[in-house]
């Protein structure tokens, strides 16, 4: 070979070169092309608006091309509303190094927060990320931490409970004391209620087992409960139902799976809907698009009325015509 053909072949081989390197960048920038991403999803507890959420986020993330057994796997964890479980969670999540975190229910991801300011977490079913500490502002987080909140329309709910049970005087609330959700909710619809007239009663508990004795506090003293989106009423709605029903007390929830599991009925959110904005949001952050600091926290938009029609015929309550058309119309 002379010395031109020599020449013309190292050329042809740095171009090639060249051309490959600049593959390799483009394709470097895209970080699913990188490796198959590990995503931690941490439950708090199961009862069926977690479980939904859960399930709404994996399908969200799928909908924008992360799909399971594909480009990402999950390590699923439920912590069964134990504090140390989600101590040991948390522990594992980030000596796996994972590329991001879905924490579902406040408690979750303040654990989760606590334990990392490096791995990007997003957050549903959680009320309030400022009144949590897990954000600086709704609209600039500034953390590592974003998300979509389950903030009820309480005010609307309480309208609703006073439309399907007019004769209301005075109004019980059970929620869990520990729960910052639940305090929010409670204090809320609280002032809204003693606006409208009524006298309230509380009822806290620590965990399922205090939930029978804080029913059985409130009977005789009211005509109806509210229990607000709490996750440890939610996971023994049947234990309180057994009570309050005995009674004849009408129970009204803050969200749709704690009405059919015991309650009456609700204006509320669709938690699958929520986890699977929530998994949107995961998407822009996993393909570089946005980081959890500067992703405003999230809202779902629309609510529906949800009537437990076994619980209607329990007590003998007469829904207004106007909401049984609103619930038939919402069905369509």
Not at 1 to 20: A, E, H, Q, R
């Given at each position: ?20 390197g600049c593959g ?259 998407a822009d952050i ?47």
């Open positions: 070979m002379n010395l031109g053909k020599i020449c013309t072949f190292l050329v042809c081989v740095l171009v090639l070169g060249g051309v490959s390799t960048d483009k394709k470097a920038e895209n970080p699913s092309a990188k490796k198959v991403l590990n995503v931690g999803i941490v439950q708090l507890v199961e009862h069926p608006a977690l479980d939904a959420a859960n399930k709404g986020f994996v399908d969200g993330l799928a909908s924008k091309g992360y799909k399971e057994s594909q480009n990402i796997t999950f390590d699923r964890q439920n912590a069964q509303a134990d504090q140390s479980n989600l101590q040991t969670i948390a522990q594992r999540f980030v000596s796996n190094k994972v590329d991001l975190i879905c924490a579902i229910a406040t408690p979750a991801a303040q654990t989760m927060a606590n334990a990392t300011n490096s791995i990007p977490i997003v957050g549903t079913a959680i009320t309030d990320y400022k009144e949590a500490r897990l954000v600086k502002s709704d609209a600039q987080p500034g953390t590592n931490v974003t998300g979509t909140t389950d903030m009820n329309p309480v005010k609307e709910q309480i309208d609703l409970l006073l439309k399907i049970v007019p004769n209301t005087h005075i109004l019980g609330f059970i929620y869990t004391s520990s729960e910052v959700n639940s305090q929010l909710q409670v204090a809320i619809a609280k002032k809204y209620a003693q606006a409208k007239g009524l006298k309230t009663l509380e009822a806290t508990v620590s965990n399922v087992n205090d939930i029978q004795q804080a029913a059985q506090s409130l009977v005789g003293k009211c005509d109806a409960i509210y229990v607000p989106t709490d996750n440890v009423l939610a996971s023994a709605m049947p234990t309180l139902a057994n009570v309050t029903n005995q009674a004849g007390i009408p129970v009204f929830c803050g969200e749709g799976g704690m009405t059919k599991a015991g309650g009456v009925a609700t204006l509320g959110i669709d938690y699958y809907k929520l986890g699977f904005q929530t998994g949107v949001m995961a996993l393909n570089g698009k946005s980081k959890p600091a500067d992703m405003a926290i999230q809202a779902q938009k629309g609510f529906k009325i949800i009537v437990n029609e076994e619980q209607v015929k329990k007590l003998n309550i007469t829904i207004p015509a106007e909401i049984v058309k609103q619930v038939k119309d919402a069905s369509k």
